[in-house]
């Protein structure tokens, strides 16, 4: 393995941003590296992963999760791989994911970190067997619960959780239609991941074309944005759908929540079932959603969208195009490769 670098550089919060983040809201810490002691490891990161909910803790106002600290290392989940230190299985090589955030070298405890399998591709272990599939099996399973032949819509069906939101509505056997910002959105969430449909939602026909690609109505939505694009999707839905709230990008990233879900009354005219899920409140689902994903992976019924950022100077560039809307899938910014 390589020589244990003397130096650990890692992204902190400088200053907060109003609405997207830049580079000037973050600063670059050099810190010395030390071997590790009391049964920790060391870990080079390798991959780390850009989420929605980083922007969300950037911001300090009330939010279903706590802000960073001014100072504070941004928290996220990695792919790495031991450097030094070993404890039973872990040991020097071995590859591991775990909750390390933006830095080049991390300690960690064994307790806080999972030894990633090599019959997966890397970056598996950061989108279907983390947070975004896990988000998208848990929420299908407790409160979606899809049925053959009933119509699922999926916004933001190109993202990281998204994406697979579609391809677990087209196995269940739905009608499933995506919404997505561009064409190539649009082209992939339908000619790759199966949707029967899929609406760009700032084409000025939108509200038409959705209302004609559901004709007896939405019986599942699945909504990680809300706002505008959700009051339209209410005017579609079926009598007693189901709206299953997964993240509020739109309004948990704004100092405006107030201006999130504006169309009620079609909520009340359908009597819809309204179900809001974090995937952190239900950490017993987890190792069950994380087989049943693998065992999707493995009969190759689930591919993952990513899109691959190279460098660590990168990536407040990434997060800021991801928030954007300018990525696919889950944004990964690769910072180092695996050594063998």
């Known amino acids: 393995m390589t020589n244990i670098p003397s130096h650990n550089r890692r992204f902190v919060l400088k200053t907060r941003p109003a609405e997207l983040p830049s580079n000037e809201n973050f600063s670059i810490e050099r810190l010395p590296v030390f071997p590790p002691t009391d049964g920790n490891l060391l870990v080079r990161i390798l991959c780390v992963a850009l989420s929605p909910w980083q922007n969300q803790r950037l911001k300090d106002f009330k939010n279903y999760t706590k802000p960073f600290e001014i100072g504070e290392l941004i ?29 080049e070298i991390a300690s960690a405890s064994p307790a806080d970190l999972q030894l990633v399998s090599n019959d997966f591709e890397e970056t598996l272990w950061l989108t279907a067997l983390s947070s975004p599939g896990l988000t998208a099996y848990c ?18 069906a190109a993202g990281s959780v998204g994406s697979f939101a579609i391809q ?53 939505f699945f909504d990680t944005l809300g706002g505008e694009i959700a009051d339209t999707v209410f005017d579609n839905l079926a009598k007693y759908a189901t709206v299953l709230i997964v993240g509020r990008t739109n309004s948990n990233n704004s100092g405006t929540p107030h201006l999130d879900y504006v169309n009620m009354r079609q909520l009340w005219a359908k009597e819809a079932r309204i179900h809001c899920f974090s995937r952190y409140s239900y950490p017993e689902r987890w190792a069950f959603a994380r087989e049943k994903m693998m065992t999707l992976c493995r009969d190759v019924k689930i591919k993952e969208i990513k899109t691959i950022v190279h460098g660590f100077e990168n990536t407040p560039t990434a997060l800021r195009d991801m928030l954007s809307g300018k990525a696919l899938g889950k944004t990964i910014v690769k910072y180092g490769e695996s050594e063998r």
């Open 75 to 103: 928290d996220c989940d990695v792919i790495g791989q031991i450097i030094s230190g070993e404890a039973g299985d872990f040991c020097p090589g071995k590859l591991v994911t775990g909750r390390l955030g933006w830095q």
């Open 139 to 156: 929420a299908m399973d407790l409160f979606g619960r899809p049925m053959p032949g009933q119509t699922l819509a999926v916004t933001s």
């Open 168 to 220: 677990l509505g087209v196995i269940a056997g739905m009608r499933v239609i995506g919404i997505a910002g561009t064409k190539e959105k649009c082209d992939i969430v339908r000619d790759e991941l199966g949707a029967h449909a899929c609406l760009n939602y700032k084409d000025p026909l939108f509200s038409e074309k959705l209302a004609s690609a559901c004709p007896g109505g939405i019986d599942l």
